[in-house]
Nanobody, 123 residues
Framework: QVQLVESGGGLVQAGGSLRLPCAAS????????MGWFRQAPGKEREFVAG???????YYADSVKGRFTISRDNAKNTVYLHLNSLKPEDTGVYYC?????????????????WGQGTQVTVSS
């Protein structure tokens, strides 16, 4: 069982930056694939970025070159660095984890979710 707690959301102007940490419980964090999804009002939850247990990273086309995902296994934490933010990046950002799937592009691969943190980008 893994519990995920996100933080770091807030209101930022377009072009600004944020860092979202996600702290995970458990002693086997290093073996989990981790990821971030987001959900805008009235829209479905969508994949944003992922990192495998072996540190391979992958991104949605909409954020490639602007967002960076990383993990610190010593701190049981995964980070999402958001740069050059746009109003369309607004939404609730959810941390996700899976022990059985190494890649988390698909919602169905996610075994654990965090509670979400709100990111609002003003124009």
């Amino acid at each position: 069982q893994v519990q995920l707690v996100e933080s770091g959301g807030g209101l930022v102007q377009a072009g600004g930056s944020l860092r979202l940490p996600c702290a995970a419980s458990g002693r086997t964090f290093r073996y989990y694939a981790m990821g971030w999804f987001r959900q805008a009002p009235g829209k479905e939850r969508e994949f944003v970025a992922g990192i495998s247990w072996s540190d391979n990273t992958y991104y949605a086309d909409s954020v490639k070159g602007r967002f960076t995902i990383s993990r610190d296994n010593a701190k049981n934490t995964v980070y999402l660095h958001l740069n050059s933010l746009k109003p369309e990046d607004t939404g609730v950002y959810y941390c996700a984890a899976s022990r059985s799937s190494d890649y988390l592009r698909d919602l169905r691969a996610v075994e654990y979710w965090g509670q979400g943190t709100q990111v609002t980008v003003s124009s």
